[in-house]
């Protein structure tokens, strides 16, 4: 079984909005990664967890705030987001930070 | 810094036609490389890691080279058909095992029956 699943699959907020995307994975993969992809560019990472602890982070603004509750689950929160972080939002996972990596579907996310 | 750079950036073929994709990397210190496809509003679908000690790897129609050295990688696909038709991303990863994937923008690829 080689499947990152994502929820919601679609989202749409507004600016005031709080939301959460959830990732889950049961390959017992130990470093799991999150990525905002815009419309015809490629993803952008976002944070990664490596033994559930974040390993990095780029630099993202504070409106967004990962946890990794457990191995197999990754969370995205949301809060007070601007109509330019519309974007899909993909979740991915690995073995090994260096290893293969496996995505989700991602979700869709919309902010009005 | 690594870039990646992809080309062509679109590419449109008749069905049964063998082709190949490019990417170059600016540093070749890399630990691999990636090939992924990424099908209109979808996650990425892992295709072929070829670690940077490896010249080739294979799986099905798909065959992707590695030539280190010259910052270089193909993705050979052969007898290709409509349903190939997506948009291919390379990505590596920085020697020393880095959990970071530096992407390219991607090929789209149009499979005409």
């Known amino acids: 079984d080689t499947e990152v699943t994502q929820t919601p699959k679609h989202l749409v907020m507004g600016m005031t909005n709080k939301k959460s995307l959830k990732c889950e994975q049961h390959?017992?993969?130990?470093?799991m990664y999150w990525y905002k992809q815009k419309a015809k560019k490629p993803p952008e990472l976002m944070f990664v967890?490596?033994?559930?602890?974040?390993?990095i982070n780029e630099s993202v603004p504070s409106r967004f705030s990962p946890e990794c509750p457990n191995s197999s689950l990754l969370n995205l929160h949301l809060h007070a987001l601007q109509p330019e972080d519309s974007a899909l939002y993909l979740c991915?996972?690995?073995?090994?930070?260096?290893?293969?990596?496996?995505f989700g579907p991602g979700t869709r996310l919309t902010v009005t | 810094k690594q870039e990646v750079t992809q080309i062509p950036a679109a590419l449109s073929v008749p069905e049964g036609e063998n082709l190949v994709l490019n990417c170059s990397f600016t540093?070749?210190?890399?630990?691999?490389l990636q090939w992924f496809r990424q099908d209109p509003g979808k996650g990425l679908t892992s295709l072929l890691l070829?670690?940077?000690?490896?010249r080739e790897q294979t799986s099905g129609r798909l065959n992707a080279s590695l030539d280190k050295s010259s910052g270089r990688s193909t993705l050979y696909i052969a007898a290709s058909q409509p349903g190939d038709s997506a948009t291919y991303l390379c990505?590596?990863?920085?020697?020393?095992?880095?959990?970071?994937?530096?992407f390219g923008k991607g090929t789209k690829l149009t499979v005409n029956p």
């Open positions: 991915a996972s690995s073995q090994g930070g260096s290893l293969e990596q496996y």
């Open positions: 967890y490596s033994y559930e602890k974040l390993s």
């Open positions: 070829i670690q940077s000690s490896q």
């Open positions: 990505a590596v990863r920085g020697q020393g095992g880095s959990e970071k994937l530096v």
């Open positions: 390959m017992g993969h130990r470093a």
């Open positions: 540093d070749s210190a890399i630990y691999n």
